[in-house]
């Protein structure tokens, strides 16, 4: 009922964040690219590999003076993988306890979503992917979303040599958006999901040009080949923005979605890292994946502040000069003085800049050492904190309360607007 969302407005007016100001509309108007970097961990930022990195063109972009990196940024997602990303970093709602919002809450339910409140600010919003359209029920949750085109497989010629692993090669998917990008009017918001450095991690030769690891685990040795060929499509692509001029008015935002390696691959893990006994506490450390926001005149540098997919959206926001002030999102400005730095990941266990949850075990995050000075109250503070926030989001999907969130000069999406078919004319 309608007074059920009562309680979340209020949580969210005790817990408002003010957003940092030296910030605020910094990236107005501009164009804004999110680019969707598969299962790419942050580690492999920097790596090397027999003398060559894995991922040159990232690196320079993480180095450079107007891009803003994160070293302690972390996936939340839960078995909804990619669409738990995907909700969190356009609503700033967590991921389901099971499943995947998308799919079980995406053709019903009410949102506030991203592609929504740009579009209500003059933006063109596309969605951009080599797979089938209704792969996690994309093609009905981005109508919910208000996303107003979604480029899926069967906009991009189709050939049999095009595909590896798990659908469209990276290089081929992103020079063949750009055919439709050209033709976004301007501002556009769009979003780019690549695949290729997907499990299992496969490529064909031709485009093998680093050696893979030799852990001798089978799963986890390719993961450097294709996170670099992710790593040569993103600098083609970022040389063909720079051709069209596009990158002098958009912002490129870049992030990873969740691991690549599972916390099944521990030893293969201590030989990439050189960490001895990698244990339950590195895995939960190994959660951090790239998130750097790049645009000309940015005022960059690499921020180590702790944070999460689901502060996406709300530093957006901010950069893009949009008050989120009413808005029912879980997450916060990163960029202010008072983002909390309390990250929770999907089954309750956290990290902190100092305390590190992994099932009833509480870490020194700096350390890696079981923490016992940390009291019995303040365990109980940052975990009530974690599964209030966690439970109070599960409840705006499950009970579909956005549709009772009444958010200033904001419009409802009516989802008949919206038709994702390829007219053939
Ligand atoms: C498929 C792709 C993969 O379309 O986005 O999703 P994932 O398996 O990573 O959740
Ligand atoms: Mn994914």
């Not at 580690?43 to 090397?48: E, L, Q, T």
């Not at 009017?185 to 780019?192: S, V």
């Not at 450097?224 to 990158?247: P, R």
């Not at 099944?264 to 893990?269: L, P, Q, S, V």
Request: hydrophobic content about 30%; proline content about 3%; overall charge neutral.
């Amino acid at each position: 009922k309608s007074s059920d969302i009562d309680s979340i407005e209020k949580y969210m007016k005790d817990n408002y964040v003010q957003p940092n100001v030296e910030y605020s509309g910094v990236a107005k108007g501009k164009n804004v690219f999110v680019i969707h970097l598969e299962s790419l961990q942050q580690f492999m930022i920097d790596y090397k590999w027999q003398g060559e990195e894995v991922t040159p063109n990232l690196n320079k972009i993480y180095h450079e003076d107007d891009t803003l990196s994160f070293d302690n940024f972390f996936n939340q997602v839960g078995q909804g993988k990619t669409a738990d990303a995907e909700l969190m970093l356009e609503n700033s709602l967590f991921g389901l306890p099971e499943g995947a919002a998308m799919v079980t809450d995406g053709t019903t339910n009410t949102f506030q979503a991203a592609p929504a409140m740009l579009d209500q600010k003059g933006y063109t919003t596309a969605s951009f992917h080599g797979d089938v359209p209704s792969f996690w029920n994309r093609d009905n949750a981005y109508k919910s979303w208000g996303y107003d085109y979604f480029f899926s497989s069967n906009y991009y010629k189709q050939k049999k040599s095009y595909n590896v692993g798990y659908g469209m090669k990276d290089k081929i998917f992103l020079k063949d958006s750009t055919q439709y990008i050209e033709q976004l009017p301007q501002p556009f918001y769009a979003k780019l999901i690549t695949v290729t450095n997907h499990y299992p991690y496969t490529l064909d030769k031709k485009n093998q040009s680093i050696e893979k690891t030799d852990t001798g685990d089978k799963t986890v040795d390719g993961y450097v080949q294709t996170a670099h060929y992710l790593d040569q499509s993103i600098g083609e692509f970022m040389a063909w923005l720079k051709e069209t001029g596009l990158d002098k008015n958009s912002m490129v935002v870049l992030y990873g979605d969740h691991y690549g390696i599972s916390n099944n691959h521990k030893k293969a893990m201590a030989k990439l890292t050189g960490i001895k006994n990698f244990n339950e506490f590195n895995d939960a450390q190994y959660q951090r994946v790239p998130f750097m926001i790049h645009m000309d005149g940015l005022k960059g540098g690499i921020n180590h502040t702790y944070g999460g997919e689901i502060d996406v959206l709300p530093t957006l926001m901010n950069l893009l000069g949009m008050d989120d002030k009413n808005t029912i999102q879980f997450g916060s400005d990163l960029l202010s003085s008072e983002h909390p730095q309390t990250v929770a990941f999907r089954n309750g266990n956290f990290v902190t800049p100092d305390v590190t949850k992994v099932g009833s075990n509480y870490y020194n995050t700096k350390t890696g050492k079981v923490d016992k000075k940390i009291s019995t109250a303040e365990k109980a503070k940052l975990s009530n904190k974690v599964t209030t926030e966690l439970s109070l989001s599960d409840r705006v999907i499950n009970g579909d309360l956005l549709r009772f969130h009444k958010l200033p000069g904001f419009t409802a999406v009516n989802r008949k607007d919206f038709s994702y078919k390829k007219s053939t004319t």
